[in-house]
């Protein structure tokens, strides 16, 4: 799968987003290493901190489907900026996923930009740092 595919990955996750809130529908597609795809959308509640955005809820059904090695994810949102992760979800994507990770960020009319998550989160925390 080339990244424009996979980022039309995330426009298809983007329609199971629950974003009554904000009103902005975030996808995202996530690749494990030998190719499968797992979709995630934003999903917001009345209480607004416990929103859950796509990048996290791509994870996390990915780890519960017993994933470990993840590949790259590309992120959508309707915005004409590229939509970059926040700063919970790069420690999220920390924690499970090498610096080497891609993290493609695409924009409303799939132009995008990659990165590592080491680019993205230098000297991030992680769990051999809890000595
Ligand atoms: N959001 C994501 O899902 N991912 C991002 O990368 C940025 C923000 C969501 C959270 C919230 O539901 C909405 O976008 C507005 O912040």
Redesign the pocket.
């Known amino acids: 799968m080339n990244e424009k595919e996979l980022i039309n990955q995330a426009f298809e996750a983007q329609k199971k987003?629950i974003?009554k809130?904000?009103g902005?529908?975030?996808g995202?597609a996530l690749e494990t290493e030998d190719g499968k795809i797992y979709h995630g959308?934003?999903?917001?509640n009345a209480a607004y901190s416990v929103?859950?955005?796509?990048?996290?809820t791509a994870m996390f059904t990915a780890l519960l489907n017993g994933e470990r090695k993840f590949k790259r994810i590309a992120?959508v949102?309707d915005s004409s900026n590229i939509?970059?992760?926040?700063g919970a979800?790069r420690q999220v994507l920390n924690e499970f996923c090498e610096e080497d990770f891609e993290v493609i960020m695409a924009n409303k009319n799939g132009d995008f930009i990659v990165k590592t998550l080491g680019e993205l989160l230098p000297f991030g925390f992680k769990g051999e740092d809890l000595e």
Request: with cysteine; glycine share 0%; charged share 15%.
């Open positions: 987003s974003a809130y904000s902005f529908k975030v995202a959308a934003n999903i917001e929103t859950v955005c796509a990048e996290r992120i949102s939509t970059a992760p926040c979800c």
